[in-house]
């Protein structure tokens, strides 16, 4: 039996309520911004219509959003965007309701905004129509398909790590998937950026990410369990985390360079599907790496050492 270097380890068990108030702290933000900016649910979610125009010179948003709701009788949104390199224009209608644009009603809000506007060269580029039936499917096997990756996975882990305690695992590791979902969630909340199809696949993906340096940290304490053992339970996965550690972090600043370009090639040319993505993609990628290393291993030890006092107390 080898004895563990303490002095070579950081103390990660011990700063656990430092890492806790931080999580707790970014949840209160969230849950503030909720309260000021609201969650927005993208087409795909909501039902409605979704018109994309380019046009040339200067353009009142307001004034052609004002025009839709007269026309309409709908709730209306506009924003004007602009390609950065190729300096196209483009005006950005969204009508929300229980129902899209017919042919004939499409056609007449694009005669009448052409009419309004004859000096913009107002060229339709993109239409979206969604019936609220479908958005409220597309919603609900989005939510599933995030709650099956979830209990599969902790399944995963409870199976294959069942010689440390895998339930106590699977668990720790889905604690540390919520807080993950939930910090790409507030993400989207505090930039405003609507949820949709672009929200579940970067759930999806941080659920991926998040549960393999989870499972490589386990394994390291699986491991070192059994070079060390009679080692307590903190000092085990202090060792393992600290062994595992460099890997985590070079691997999420990888991927975290890697979709900030995508970013900002994404908002250089006007393209707002893969900016909704890599925005939320970036963030949650550190929030993976920050939950694997600080949330999910002193939850474990925490679960661990309550069960060995009420196993000893009887």
């Known amino acids: 039996m080898s004895k563990v270097n303490n002095n070579k380890i950081t103390d990660f068990y011990k700063k656990r309520f430092i890492f806790f108030g931080i999580s707790l702290t970014i949840m209160l933000v969230g849950i503030v911004a909720i309260f000021i900016n609201g969650v927005h649910l993208d087409i795909q979610f909501k039902g409605g219509a979704l018109l994309k125009y380019s046009y040339d010179g200067e ?17 209306v949104t506009t924003q004007v965007t602009s390609d950065l390199a190729t300096g196209e224009k483009r005006l950005v209608i969204n009508i929300a309701g229980n129902y899209g644009l017919v042919a004939s ?9 052409k009419e309004k506007f004859p000096d913009n060269n107002l060229n339709l580029s993109e239409s979206t129509m969604v019936e609220p039936f479908f958005g409220k499917q597309f919603l609900q096997n ?16 409870w199976i294959r790590f069942s010689r440390i305690g895998g339930l106590s695992a699977g668990v720790m590791a889905l604690v540390a998937l919520f807080h993950d979902v939930l910090v790409v969630f507030f993400t989207c909340v505090i930039f405003q950026i609507p949820i949709g199809e672009s929200f ?5 993906s ?13 394994d390291r304490i699986r491991e070192n369990s059994r070079l060390h053992p009679g080692t307590a339970v903190d000092t085990i996965t202090n060792l393992s985390i600290s062994q595992s ?13 890697s979709i900030s370009m995508i970013y900002i090639l994404a908002f250089a040319n ?15 990628a550190i929030s993976g790496c920050y939950s694997t290393i600080c949330i999910a291993g002193p939850l474990w030890v925490m679960w661990k050492k309550r069960k060995s006092k009420l196993e000893t107390a009887h």
Do not use: C, H, W
Not at 60 to 75: I, Y
Not at 206 to 218: A, L, P, Q
Not at 270 to 284: E, W
């Open 206 to 218: 941080i659920i991926g990410y998040s549960v393999n340096d989870t499972i490589v940290i386990y």
């Open 245 to 257: 550690i460099t890997r985590s972090v070079n691997t999420n600043i990888a991927v975290f360079i």
């Open 105 to 113: 009603e499409q056609g007449k809000f694009d005669d009448t905004l």
């Open 270 to 284: 006007g393209i707002n599907s893969i900016q909704s993505f890599a925005l939320p993609m970036a963030i949650g």
């Open 59 to 75: 353009l009142d948003a307001d004034a052609a959003a004002d025009v839709a709701t007269e026309l309409l009788d709908r709730p």
């Open 142 to 157: 989005g939510i599933t398909a995030i709650i099956l990756a979830a209990i599969l996975v902790m399944v995963y882990v």
């Open 200 to 204: 579940v696949a970067v759930t999806l």
